[in-house]
């Protein structure tokens, strides 16, 4: 009977420490009164010193007229070589080829006017004037006056106003 009673003091023992452990875990403190904050000295602004003399202004360069289209940009021989390609489709009569190769171009150079006139070229063949008329004019529009190329556009211009 002694044991029983030992053990039972043991389980009543551990029992009240396991009481006083959660306690102590699921006491919240709080804070009754609100934390203080501080003043930081203000901020001074920086001094900035005027200028010994005056600065004059710098006149910017005199605008010059550009007689001439600008130069070609740095990807025409990737534009050149895609061209090429699309007019030898073309030549094959293989025009949906010719107008997706001729759109890679154009993904490079919007303003060649090369690129146009193979695209108005191969739409005319597919039937599709509407298109083809507006890749002329937009090859016109980029083309510089009195060359071959421009000539070309104006001679597709005017087959598909008759």
């Known amino acids: 009977m002694g044991s029983t009673v030992n053990r039972h003091l043991l389980l009543l023992g551990a029992l009240f420490m396991l009481t006083q452990l959660v306690g102590c875990a699921s ?4 804070q009754s009164t609100p934390p203080v904050i501080e003043k930081s000295a203000p901020v001074v602004p920086p ?3 005027q200028p010994e003399k005056p600065v004059e202004p710098v006149a910017p360069p005199p605008v010059v007229p550009q007689t001439q289209a600008p130069a070609p940009a740095a990807s025409s021989n990737a534009t050149a070589s895609l061209v090429s390609q699309a007019r030898a489709q073309y030549q094959a009569k293989n025009y949906n080829a010719a107008i997706a190769t001729a759109e890679r171009a154009l993904r490079i150079d919007r303003r ?4 146009y006139l ?3 070229q191969s739409y005319i063949q597919l039937a599709n004037t509407q298109l083809a008329m507006q890749f002329v004019q937009q090859g ?17 211009r005017d087959s598909l106003q008759k």
Not at 27 to 30: E, L, N, R, W, Y
Not at 140 to 152: D, M
């Open 27 to 30: 006491q919240v403190t709080t």
């Open 47 to 49: 001094v900035v010193k």
């Open 112 to 115: 060649s006017p090369e690129v």
């Open 118 to 120: 193979v695209l108005a």
């Open 140 to 156: 016109i529009r980029y083309s510089q006056a009195g060359t071959e190329l421009a000539q070309a556009l104006m001679q597709v």
